[in-house]
Antibody
Framework: EVQLVQSGTEVKKPGESLKISCKGSGYNFNTYWIGWVRQRPGQGLEWMGI????????RYGPSFQGQVTISADKSTGTAYLQWGSLKASDTAMYYC???????????????WGRGTLVTVSS | EKVMTQSPATLSLSPGERATLSCRASESISDNLAWYQQKPGLAPRLLIY???TRAAGIPARFSGSGSETEFTLTISSLQSEDFAVYYC?????????FGPGTKVELK
């Protein structure tokens, strides 16, 4: 069974750094794009970016370029999303997603992780 | 960036009724469209990809149609578990983008 297991809830203060994780299992981690989707409270879905672990090719959504860093560790099958300095506006649920297929065109998201809730408050 | 819009924002229906949800792209995306269902407190779930192909385990009452800029998700006969928010997503070009969602609520 293909699974994406995300790290747990985080409560941070503005200005702090954070790195959350997503461990893939049940498939060849190196050959599927894996990335992140943000959902602010009561809002819709926003694609943040994605990485191809095989060669670390990374793409970011325009609102997230320079704001976050997406990385992957092939040795552990884990993807990461990190912030250098959190803001209150980063408060959201963050979902880990994998592309639906290893083919370049299969850029729908399946499966989804259960989400990591990040709360940033002073 | 390809902008996705969805209509209506909210659809109020009764169990057994047919639901028709629309998704429009700002420019042609061929058939590079997916639909997701999200229930409160849960992660979204893939329903449809390539505009018309049902994902594994998705009931046949869910169907997708359309191409280029106009797409439709149809739920032929609403079940109680289908009341949720539905999002479309284009994957024709980076950046990948979602529509704002349609909430299907109990009338």
């Amino acid at each position: 069974e293909v699974q994406l297991v995300q790290s747990g809830t985080e409560v941070k203060k503005p200005g702090e750094s954070l790195k959350i994780s997503c461990k893939g299992s049940g498939y060849n981690f190196n050959t599927y794009w894996i990335g992140w989707v943000r959902q602010r409270p009561g809002q819709g879905l926003e694609w943040m970016g994605i990485i191809y672990p095989g060669d670390s090719d990374t793409r970011y959504g325009p609102s997230f370029q320079g704001q976050v860093t997406i990385s992957a560790d092939k040795s552990t099958g884990t993807a990461y999303l990190q912030w250098g300095s959190l803001k209150a506006s980063d408060t959201a649920m963050y979902y880990c997603v994998r592309h639906g297929g290893s083919d370049w065109n299969a850029r729908w998201f399946d499966p989804w992780g259960r989400g990591t809730l990040v709360t940033v408050s002073s | 960036e390809k902008v996705m819009t969805q209509s209506p924002a909210t659809l109020s229906l009764s169990p057994g009724e047919r639901a028709t949800l629309s998704c429009r792209a700002s420019e042609s995306i061929s058939d590079n469209l997916a639909w997701y269902q999200q229930k409160p407190g849960l992660a979204p779930r893939l329903l449809i990809y390539d505009a018309t192909t049902r994902a594994a385990g998705i009931p046949a009452r869910f169907s997708g149609s359309g191409s280029e800029t106009e797409f439709t998700l149809t739920i032929s006969s609403l079940q109680s578990e289908d009341f949720a928010v539905y999002y479309c997503q284009q994957y024709n070009r980076w950046p990948l983008t979602f529509g704002p969602g349609t909430k299907v609520e109990l009338k």
